[in-house]
C-alpha cells in the first residue's frame, strides 16, 4: 500500500516484528490461511473484523483483489514476498546503523539546540537525502529540506516541521524545539563582571561609572 502512494525503504520494508518499543509481533511472517487453519484445528476462537472486506477502502482492495491476480502470475508469490520483505528490513537496518553513526558525528549539542556543519553536509552526494534522514526523527518533509538546501543558503532561512525549526546560520544548520523558542528563560546573573554563553555566543556584562558612560 505505502509503494502506491509514494515511499521511501521505510515504507516498502513494512513492519518489523519487533518495534523500537519492544512490540511484538511473532506472526507477521504466518500466512493468513495457516493460522485459520490452526485455530480451526485447535478450536481457538478468534474475531474477524468485516470492515477488512469492504473494497472501498484503497488497503482492502489491493489485499483482496490485486494480489490475488498478482500471485496467480508468480508462483509461490507470497513467500517471495515474504523474502523481499526480509532483505529490506536487513537494508533498512544498515541504512540505521550508518546514519545513526553519521548522526553522532554531525549532530553537536549546544545546549538548548543542535547544530550541523554545512560545510561537512553539503560534501555529500545528495545533501537533502542525507539530511532527511539525520532528522528523520524531527518529522521534516523532503520537500521542505529540499526547498531549504537548494539555492541561497542565506543566514535566517528556515524550514518547520510541527514540533521542530531547522535554521541556516553562518555556515551551520541549527535545530530548536519551537516550543523552546516561544517559551522566554530567565537570565539570572548573581555578581558581575559576569558572562552568559549561549551556544557559540556569549554575553558579558560588568559595571561601567556613569561619567565613563556618557564619555563613551
Do not use: C
Request: hydrophobic content about 40%; glycine content about 4%.
Amino acid at each position: 500500500f505505502n509503494f502506491f502512494r509514494g515511499t521511501g525503504l521505510k515504507g516498502v520494508a513494512s513492519m518489523s516484528s519487533r518495534s523500537r518499543r519492544y512490540y511484538l509481533r511473532p506472526l507477521l511472517d504466518v500466512f493468513k490461511k495457516d493460522i485459520e487453519i490452526y485455530a480451526d484445528q485447535y478450536m481457538v476462537p478468534f474475531r474477524s473484523d468485516h470492515s477488512n472486506y469492504e473494497e472501498k477502502y484503497a488497503r482492502n482492495y489491493i489485499r483482496n483483489s490485486i494480489l490475488p491476480l498478482i500471485s496467480g502470475l508468480f508462483s509461490n508469490f507470497e513467500v517471495r514476498s515474504i523474502i523481499t520483505i526480509q532483505n529490506l528490513q536487513a537494508d533498512l537496518q544498515l541504512l540505521n546503523a550508518f546514519i545513526s553513526s553519521y548522526r553522532k558525528n554531525i549532530f553537536n549539542d549546544e545546549g538548548t539546540y543542535i547544530s550541523m556543519d554545512l560545510d561537512s553536509i553539503l560534501s555529500f552526494d545528495d545533501p537533502p537525502l542525507l539530511v532527511f534522514h539525520l532528522l528523520q526523527d524531527y518529522a521534516f518533509s523532503s520537500s521542505d529540506i529540499i526547498q531549504l538546501l537548494n539555492g541561497d543558503l542565506m543566514t535566517g532561512k528556515y524550514i518547520e516541521s510541527s514540533h521542530y525549526r531547522l535554521y541556516v546560520d553562518r555556515g551551520k544548520l541549527l535545530l530548536f524545539d519551537r516550543a523552546a523558542l516561544k517559551r522566554p528563560v530567565p537570565l539570572i546573573i548573581h555578581s558581575l563582571p559576569a558572562e552568559k554563553r549561549f551556544g557559540r555566543y556569549s554575553l558579558k556584562f560588568e559595571w561601567i561609572d556613569k561619567e565613563e558612560y556618557k564619555n563613551g
